[in-house]
């Protein structure tokens, strides 16, 4: 149990284009969900935090105008990237968790990039 | 703030020795949480043990084990009888519940070999 999926898995896109990267909770409801960003042989750093049905709360030094995060239901929230570019290339990975438990289900990752 | 250390960027084991991988954290709180996670090259975030702050007994999955000093701040993990399949980075968490939400803070990773 407690799988979450993350679609797509990789994507390749143009500067100036916004990119959607999926997290769905498969087998649970997740009431909280997280974004986290990875660099190469970095560790992850948590993006923000995303309640259901509520507006998400972000990390210091992260522009919420560019990473707009929904999560619009128990099993789902979105990540959008808006006018990626280079710099925006990474690894992005989200996770969830139950309401009364605290333990956090990764999915597998997006690897993303901008030419 | 809390903040967790892993002191050890890289580290190699020989099959079946055992190693141990330390992290220390600094909190002001009483009520919390540690992990122990591993990502292979997969890099899929994949959880080893974890253990809570109010019991005194370290944490125990098969070949992995902690030695929790809760007084130190200390959290290191054991691994023993290391096999191939161990090696990936491992990252050690830390989490509260802060503003009600359980946010992880992670070490910076200790990447672990195990060499034939």
């Known amino acids: 149990g407690a799988v979450v999926s993350q679609h797509p898995s990789w994507v390749i896109c143009k500067s100036g284009t916004s990119v959607k990267i999926e997290c769905r909770s498969l087998?649970?409801?997740?009431?909280?969900m997280f974004w986290y960003r990875q660099f190469p042989k970095q560790s992850l750093m948590l993006m923000a935090t995303?309640?259901?049905?509520?507006?998400?709360?972000?990390e210091q030094g992260v522009e919420k105008d560019k990473f707009l995060i929904n999560h619009a239901s128990l099993t789902l929230s979105t990540l959008t990237v808006t006018s990626a570019h280079p710099e925006d290339s990474s690894f992005y990975i989200c996770?969830?968790?139950?309401?009364?438990?605290?333990?956090?289900?990764f999915g597998p990752g997006t690897r993303l990039t901008v030419l | 703030a809390q903040t967790v250390t892993q002191s050890q960027p890289e580290m190699s084991v020989q099959e079946a020795e055992t190693v141990t991988l330390s992290c220390t954290y600094d909190?002001?709180?009483?009520?919390?949480?540690l992990f122990w996670y591993k990502q292979p090259p997969s890099r899929q975030m994949i959880l080893v043990i974890r253990q809570e702050a109010y019991k005194q007994q370290n944490a125990t999955e098969n070949r992995f084990s902690v030695n929790f000093q809760k007084a130190a701040k200390s959290f290191s993990l054991k691994i023993s009888d290391s096999q191939l399949g161990d090696t990936a980075m491992y990252f050690c968490a830390f989490s509260s519940a802060t503003s009600g939400t359980y946010k992880y803070i992670f070490g910076t990773g200790t990447r672990l070999k195990v060499l034939a």
């Open positions: 996770s969830a968790s139950l309401s009364s438990y605290n333990e956090q289900f």
């Open positions: 995303s309640n259901e049905g509520s507006k998400a709360t972000y």
């Open positions: 909190t002001s709180e009483n009520n919390y949480y």
């Open positions: 087998d649970f409801q997740a009431t909280t």
